[in-house]
């Protein structure tokens, strides 16, 4: 994979006479915490969608290390774990069953999906519901569940759909934690939150999409500076997308 792990380019998708997204142009490097922000009904969802390959766009592309998803969309969705913020599962499957499901989707041996699965049910406390129906879990663990199931292929990105919901402060903890090693061992997480304290203690750099149009991209020094005041990212995200949806 080059060093330009998501690229996207006049990215645009139309909705009957709605734009959910319109010309986004980003560039995320391997290794970047990139915290994607805007409120409801902004474009993040619709964004993260066309990042993944989930939407076909009306204009533009999107690049996931250097393939672009619709062209060649095996090379690309090699390259990402994908964590939704309503995640589908097999109910009636195990928790065990599930993550050596996606490992096969990956083509992974199985030795290798035990020592990834030892790791994250370890991790996050699922080893002793391994063997439970996911119908049993709460939505704490299914949650968990996802997270783990999404790395078990080792992807070089990352993107993340409000990954909190529903977790304790020890697990959040433990997931901040996980994104902070996974940027240090060269892959992006491209995070998409509401939480902006998260977004504010992870993120190399933020963007913010407001009615489908990116507003603002950079450091949060380089966003103080945009605002011409001080504050914390909360208080400026709200004052910015105030005076845009004015």
Do not use: C
């Not at 199931?149 to 759909?161: E, F």
């Not at 995070?191 to 999409?209: P, W």
């Amino acid at each position: 994979m080059n060093d330009v792990a998501i690229q996207t380019e006049h990215l645009s998708k139309r909705y009957e006479d709605l734009w959910g997204v319109r010309d986004l142009n980003l560039e995320i490097r391997r290794g970047e915490l990139f915290a994607f922000l805007g409120p409801n009904g902004a474009g993040k969802t619709t964004t993260i969608k066309l990042l993944v390959g989930l939407l076909r766009p009306t204009e533009g592309v999107a690049r996931i290390g250097g393939f672009d998803i619709q062209k060649n969309p095996v090379e690309a969705k090699a390259l990402i774990g994908y964590i939704p913020d309503h995640p589908y599962l097999y109910e009636k499957l195990s928790g065990r069953d599930f993550f050596h499901f996606v490992g096969d989707l990956f083509h992974l041996d199985r030795s290798v999906q035990e020592q990834k699965k030892q790791r994250y049910f370890d991790l996050f406390g699922l080893t002793p519901v391994q063997d439970k129906l996911i119908e049993n879990y709460s939505h704490g663990m299914r949650q968990k569940l996802v997270i783990a199931a999404s790395l078990v292929h080792d992807p070089a990105v990352i993107i993340v759909d409000e990954p909190m919901v529903g977790l304790d402060p020890q697990s959040s903890r433990k997931v901040k934690d996980l994104f902070r090693d996974q940027t240090r061992a060269g892959n992006t997480v491209f995070l998409s939150t509401h939480t902006l304290s998260v977004a504010e203690e992870l993120a190399d750099r933020i963007g913010i999409i407001h009615r489908g149009k990116l507003i603002f991209i950079g450091t949060l020094a380089e966003l103080r500076g945009f605002m011409r005041r001080e504050g914390d990212l909360e208080d400026l995200f709200l004052e910015l997308t105030a005076e845009e949806g004015a």
